[in-house]
């Protein structure tokens, strides 16, 4: 039997850390949508620009109002990158 096998610290795999930060992963996913978003606006004119436009500024409106409701002051520093 092997010894070692049994004296090595197990690793909880669903926890597990590959050096990916939430902040880098979502940054992927935003790039990624880049190219979709380019490619409907060339499709669809402007009214998907402006439909687009509209719900970037409806969630942040909805995030802030979310904030003011919990009581949060600093609401711009929460709401944009630093």
């Given at each position: 039997m092997n010894t070692a096998a049994?004296?090595?610290q197990p690793?909880?795999?669903p926890h597990a850390h590959g050096g990916n930060s939430v902040t880098r992963t979502m940054f992927r996913v935003q790039m990624a949508l880049v190219?979709?978003?380019?490619?409907?606006f060339?499709?669809?004119?402007w009214p998907a620009?402006?439909?687009?436009?509209?719900?970037?500024?409806?969630?942040?409106?909805?995030?802030a109002l979310s904030?003011?409701?919990?009581?949060?002051t600093r609401i711009k520093r929460t709401l944009l990158p630093s």
């Open positions: 049994l004296t090595a690793v909880a795999s190219p979709a978003t380019l490619y409907g060339w499709l669809f004119g620009f402006f439909l687009w436009l509209l719900t970037i500024l409806s969630c942040l409106g909805f995030e904030l003011k409701l919990m009581g949060v």
